[in-house]
């Protein structure tokens, strides 16, 4: 078994589209094992985002993370990673197969509704950065 991290991201949030999204992953075969809602803050955000700090895209992608409460969740399944990164759909929505979740649902190549991880060092890092080991169901 895999974990990979998911969020959904503040725009998805305030679309209402936390029940979209999960019906999707309900329908997947990935099982939820931990989702907490909460709000970063820029410093949260930006530790989080640590890795593109030398990237344009940087302040602009932590201003929007922290700009609205987001749902995080661990995801465990065969493949969990692939298989989620396919269900999310290209980062730019516009080249996002159909039946994604960006390709239904995001407006910017920024505001695309959700956020996985990309490796499973990825995906460790980040299960570790907003869940602790008694938050996660086995």
Request: glycine content about 6%; aromatic content about 10%.
């Amino acid at each position: 078994m895999q974990r990979t991290l998911s969020i959904i991201k503040p725009d998805g949030v305030s679309r209402k589209l936390i029940g979209k999204v999960i019906k999707k992953l309900e329908k997947s075969r990935l099982k939820i094992i931990a989702m907490k809602m909460l709000h970063m803050t820029r410093a949260q955000a930006e530790g989080f985002y640590a890795v593109h700090r030398e990237r344009p895209f940087f302040a602009s992608l932590t201003d929007f993370m922290c700009s609205g409460p987001v749902v995080v969740m661990v995801l465990e399944g065969e493949n969990a990673i692939s298989i989620y990164r396919d269900l999310m759909g290209a980062t730019n929505f516009k080249n996002a197969a159909e039946g994604t979740i960006r390709r239904e649902f995001a407006t910017d190549i920024e505001k695309n509704v959700v956020h996985g991880s990309d490796s499973p060092e990825s995906a460790a890092f980040e299960i570790g950065y907003f869940f602790n080991s008694f938050e996660i169901v086995k």
